[in-house]
């Protein structure tokens, strides 16, 4: 795995931090993803886990962070604000780093998610950690490992669920049910920018599929254009981004998507 020391250092203080103060927190997504791949990111999202299915636990941790974090020597990070969602139960902790670049880390309620109608935006219900994996786009991006045990025993044990790390050395994009693109057609783009960024990546044959099917049944224009306009800033902000554009142009997605 390949993590940069300075993301070490941090995820440590952040698992000895939630273990004090009783947050269970896991880091999952592209960093954990990034690193299997040999990729240093600074894409650092955290989970946060509840008992209580009322309780916003990944806002009231990223607050309890933006409080505490300055009395962490050595890392040398100045907290500056926390952006919250409260309808999500997710939140955005900007810090600065020594060399004055803005940094953030996310921060989620372990939830699941009910699409009450196609490309809608979902109704969220707290839940378990497991749970919120089960929501996310693809296999390889439900990686993750636990930050209360990372800071315990100081080794990382990537935890599985979703035959994720199958999915990686195969270099296969897999959803994780046959209604992934139709409850969110943004998974559309998202994917074929993974695609492009990642050498010899594909879909599965299934995914492929139920990809296929998709854009054939247009789903894409069940997004709202703010939604379409936020996934199309992540476009933009890709190296290759030029390939990706000419691709979405090709599927007849980026008509739909401007």
Do not use: W
Request: glycine share 6%.
């Amino acid at each position: 795995m390949k993590i940069n020391p300075h993301i070490q250092e941090l995820l440590f203080a952040l698992g000895q931090m939630a273990t004090n103060a009783g947050f269970k927190c896991f880091v999952v997504g592209g960093l954990v993803r990034d690193a299997l791949l040999g990729i240093e990111s600074k894409d650092i999202d955290i989970a946060v886990e509840s008992n209580d299915t009322a309780a916003p636990v990944g806002i009231e941790f990223a607050e309890f962070i933006f409080d505490n974090l300055t009395n962490i020597s050595g890392l040398n990070v100045i907290p500056k604000r926390v952006d919250k969602f409260k309808r999500y139960g997710t939140a955005r902790l900007f810090y600065e780093e020594a060399a004055n670049e803005l940094v953030c880390i996310d921060f989620v309620t372990c939830r699941t998610e009910i699409y009450e109608t196609l490309g809608a935006r979902p109704k969220v219900i707290f839940s378990s950690f497991k749970d919120d994996l089960r929501r996310r786009d693809f296999s390889v991006n439900t990686l993750g490992f636990s930050l209360n045990d990372f800071c315990l025993t100081k080794e990382i044990k990537i935890l599985d669920y979703c035959n994720g790390v199958h999915d990686l050395k195969n270099k296969e994009l897999n959803v994780l049910h046959d209604k992934s693109f139709a409850d969110d057609a943004t998974r559309l783009i998202r994917g074929i920018r993974y695609i492009s960024r990642f050498d010899g990546f594909h879909f599965g044959l299934v995914t492929q599929k139920l990809f296929d099917e998709a854009v054939k049944n247009k789903y894409l224009q069940n997004i709202s254009k703010e939604r379409l306009d936020e996934e199309m800033k992540k476009v933009h902000a890709e190296k290759d981004a030029d390939r990706i554009l000419q691709k979405l142009n090709e599927l007849g997605l980026l008509v739909e998507s401007r």
